[in-house]
Each structure stands twice: as structure tokens, then as C-alpha cells.
């Protein structure tokens, strides 16, 4: 087991790729790779709905993986999101007042 795959799954082996990982090495490091980005949202969209042609897809095995990966990937951003809208002082919406601020303040 890939340790920091299992730290990103919150240390639950039951969530763990194993098949990704032994015979999808490609997708299980890049899935590393682009974990907790846009990129990383992307690929998943690209894993679950091929643009290719002539694509067999996964078998449903790695495609429950896959989904079961996808699922909590997108909580973590859902929840960053949420904490990052949250916070008053990491919104860029108050930027221009806090320069207008700091401008009266240097006068």
C-alpha cells in the first residue's frame, strides 16, 4: 500500500485502490499526482467518461475505484471551498476595500 494514498484516505484500508494500483499503476499515479487540484477533477472526469473512441472502459471493479476515489476527492475540495468562502480574510471579494483601507490609513 502506497502510504500517502492511504493518509489521503484518511488511513481507511477499506478505501484503499488496490486494483488501480496492481494493474493501473499509470492512473493510480497520476490520481496522486493531481490529487486535491483541478487537474485532479478533470482527470477523474476524463476516467469516468472517455472522449476517446474505441475505449472499452474499465472493468466494473476499478470503476468502483475509481467513483469511490472520485467521491471523496470531491468532498475535500467541496470542503476547502466551503472553509475558504468562510473565511472573511482569505476571500479575494475584499481586496479592493482593504487597498482603499490601507491607502487612508498610510495618508
Known sequence: ???RMLELLGNQPGKYPTILETQYPHVFQKLLELW???DGERYFDELMLSKRAGRLGFPP???VEIW???QIHSALRESQQSKQDNDLW???ADDAHHSRLS???GK
Do not use: K, R, W, Y
Open 36 to 38: 486535491n487540484t483541478v
Open 1 to 3: 500500500m502506497n502510504t
Open 61 to 63: 471493479e476499478a470503476t
Open 103 to 105: 491607502q487612508d490609513i
Open 68 to 70: 469511490g476515489l472520485h
Open 90 to 92: 482569505a476571500s479575494g
